[in-house]
């Protein structure tokens, strides 16, 4: 269930038939890309973007990845990606992740993803500061 004592972010879209499966539901990989797009959209929410990030000279990369499946979505669902920081550490950061039906707010996946800071070279590096501030603060008023 998602948090109530900090920021979480939501978006909405609807599955697309190539996202589905010979059963007629979402393959199971597709709900990481969910989890990414959710991320994506916490990140510039709270004016984080990882573009900038990336022209900073830093990368997230993900060091792990969980995703527990409830109830199947199929096309074409109107489904709502929730996200937030679920722990922020000097060099790693972890989202959390809900995948809801928009109706009826069932929720269908749920997981996280646990990122490593580098650097352009492949180095694991702390997170700069002002970076950790703004995903450790959450909101669209910190940016």
């Known amino acids: 269930m998602a948090p109530t ?3 979480v972010s939501e978006t909405t879209f609807r ?14 990989s597709v709900y990481i890309v969910y989890f990414e797009e959710a991320r994506s959209h916490y990140s510039r929410t709270i004016g984080a973007d990882y573009a900038e990030f990336e022209r900073d000279g830093y990368y997230l990369t993900v060091g792990e990845v ?21 722990e ?13 039906d928009a109706e009826t707010q069932q929720v269908c996946v749920s997981g996280y993803s646990r990122h490593v800071c580098i650097t352009h070279d492949g180095q694991v590096c702390k997170i700069p500061d002002d970076w950790a501030k703004r995903w450790s603060q959450g909101g669209p008023e910190s940016g």
Do not use: N
């Not at 550490?89 to 995948?99: G, N, Q, V």
């Open 5 to 7: 004592d900090r920021f």
């Open 15 to 28: 599955v697309r038939y190539a996202e589905t499966d010979a059963m007629g539901i979402v393959h199971h």
């Open 66 to 86: 969980h995703a527990r499946y409830m109830v199947p979505t199929r096309y074409p669902q109107v489904l709502t990606a929730r996200c937030w920081v679920d």
């Open 88 to 100: 922020l550490k000097s060099r790693t950061l972890t989202f959390a992740y809900e995948i809801v």
